[in-house]
Every structure is written in C-alpha cells, then in structure tokens.
C-alpha cells in the first residue's frame, strides 16, 4: 500500500505545475486480463475482468504530454471481492511520458486523429516500466475519445538459491488493460503562452 500511495503521490505532483497551458482529466473504461510467455493479448482462463480508471494529462504542446493516474481491475467473484488483499493487487497507478504521431490540439482544424505511445514508471502488483500505445480522436476543442492498450510486466524476487546463495529476479506474467478513454481538456485563452507559441511553430 505505502509504494502505491507513493507513486500516485510523486505522479500527481506535477499537476500542481505553474502555468498551465492545457491539461486534460479523464476516465478509462475496459478490460484487465493476465497472459502467460508472449506479448500477444491471449488471456489466461479466468482472469479477464472490467476495468476502471482515471488520469490527469499535463500538454506541454501538441505532440508531448506528462500523464499520470490509476486503473484497477474490478473483482467479479465473492472471494476476490472479500479478500483484503486483493483489490491492493489490482491496482496500476503510474506516471508516463506520451507522444502523439501526430499534432493534436484544439486550435488545429485539420488533425483531428492521431496515434500515441508511453512509457514511464508504474506499481501493478511490483515495480514495472509500463508501455502504452493507443489512438485519440478530438472529438470538440474539449472532448477527445480514444482506444488504448496498456501493457505491463515486471520482476519478481523469488527465494535464495541455495547454491549460490542469491536471490533470483524472474519476469512476472505480461498484464494488460484494454479499453476505451473519454477525457475533458481545459484550455487557457492567453495567446501568447508557451503552449499556443508551440502549436504556432508546429503549424509553419
């Protein structure tokens, strides 16, 4: 509990940054699941369930974005939603750096679609280096829709070799969320901050 509450701590610190140019808060709607020795999305028997979440998104311009925020896989049988330590174990909170393929931004009327990819840090269950790829769509100068795939795999510690008298680090199994995003962007009207002057130089 202590290294989750640090992370979305430390992740969220920067929502506080001065001057704000856009910044988006937004929800995650979909499917957690757990798939064993391949990247490949087949799901392990019995472990695909609903999913929720929810993030912030600092827009330093059209193409970069810091993005930080919490998805947890949603328990479907009595046992997983009476043990205490489960919904802890279902937890992903994370901190990623997002690049858009493409320019998006409110005042551009041309780019409307673009795909992305993250990467960054994040607790699901250990310490992993998450990777996030996906699509964005603004659907108003406010509203952007998008799909995304959340990959996530990590190391755990397993007990001393008593041979060598090490602990052994092995790859935990590949987890995933899958879903939708619906998110809100508020925008400041200063034309002459750093993040309308960014989106000028894309423009040229």
């Known amino acids: 509990m202590k290294q989750i509450v640090l992370v979305i701590g430390l992740l969220l610190g920067f929502a506080g940054l001065k001057a704000q140019q856009s910044s988006d ?36 311009n059209p193409r970069y974005a810091l993005r930080a925020g919490v998805n947890y896989g949603i328990g479907t049988t009595p046992e997983e939603l009476i043990l205490a330590h489960t919904p802890l174990q279902k937890v992903d909170a ?3 750096f997002e690049f858009n393929y493409l320019p998006l931004s ?18 699901y269950k250990s310490f992993v280096i998450p990777f996030n790829t996906g699509i964005k ?15 996530r795999r990590g190391f755990r510690t397993d007990p001393t ?34 993040f309308y002057e960014t989106d000028r130089k894309f423009k040229r």
Not at 142 to 149: C, I, K, Q
Not at 169 to 177: C, D, K, S
């Open 25 to 60: 808060y937004g929800i995650f709607l979909g499917i957690s699941q757990e798939h064993r020795h391949t990247i490949l999305p087949v799901p392990k028997i019995g472990s695909v369930k609903p999913a929720v979440g929810a993030f912030y998104r600092f827009n330093f």
């Open 94 to 96: 994370y901190g990623l």
């Open 106 to 123: 409110p005042r551009r009327d041309r780019i409307k679609l673009s795909t992305f990819i993250a990467t960054g840090i994040a607790y």
């Open 137 to 151: 769509y603004n659907v108003t100068d406010e509203l952007t829709l998008g799909v995304e795939w959340d990959l």
């Open 161 to 194: 070799d008593p041979e060598s008298g090490y602990r052994l680090f092995r790859l935990t199994e590949w987890n995933t969320f899958f879903g939708i995003t619906i998110s809100y962007k508020v925008i400041r009207t200063c034309r002459t901050c750093p």
